[in-house]
């Protein structure tokens, strides 16, 4: 439990570390081990169980969402911008990536998150779902829908956190990323 502000959670705070692991389970290296969660999460988790002697073969994992993390970009993951039958140039919304000093098209059909590995601004993800919230960005300026709000914690809307796996805009809109 990293966040557990405003809750009842009266156990251990923190992320989880080779010392936890090894105080909370006896008999460890006999047991079987059963992750889910974001694959960073589970790979982190991996290496240090391995480090306190658990068989690999003894370890089990399950995501609930890609598998593999982050997909590569292909070229053509931005849709380039349409010119109406006037011959008039439709300009498309642009991301503003803040910290990264680039930017990016938001296509109707894309999500900040897309925009950014087509850039190269690394956002962590896992899901793409919305429902892990390791996306979680601060939208500096602008609006954005989201069609799933699972990942976001209580209170982050008030903050301006989006996710940025289902953020989606129809004007300019400015992470913090």
Not at 23 to 42: E, N
Not at 94 to 102: D, L, P
Request: aromatic residues 2%; proline residues 11%; charged residues 25%.
């Amino acid at each position: 439990m990293s966040h557990s502000e405003g809750t009842d959670w009266a156990g251990e705070k923190g992320r989880i570390t080779k010392e936890l692991i090894a105080r909370s389970v006896p008999d460890l290296p006999s047991r079987y081990v059963h992750l889910c969660g974001p694959v960073s999460l589970m790979e982190a988790v991996k290496k240090e169980l391995t480090e306190l002697g658990v068989p690999s073969e003894r370890v089990k994992t399950e995501v609930f969402g890609p598998a593999l993390g982050k997909p590569v970009p292909e070229p053509a993951a931005v849709t380039p911008p349409q010119t109406p039958p006037a011959g008039t140039p439709v300009a498309l919304p642009t991301v503003s990536f803040a910290r990264s000093h680039k930017a990016a098209p938001l296509p109707p059909d894309k999500t900040v998150l897309d925009a950014a590995d087509a850039v190269g601004v690394p956002i962590d993800n896992s899901c793409r779902v919305g429902t892990c919230g390791l996306c979680r960005v601060k939208l500096l300026s602008g609006t954005v829908t989201m069609a799933v709000e699972d990942g976001l914690e209580p209170g982050d809307k008030e903050k301006n956190i989006v996710l940025a796996c289902q953020a989606k805009a129809a004007a300019d809109v400015s992470v913090e990323a």
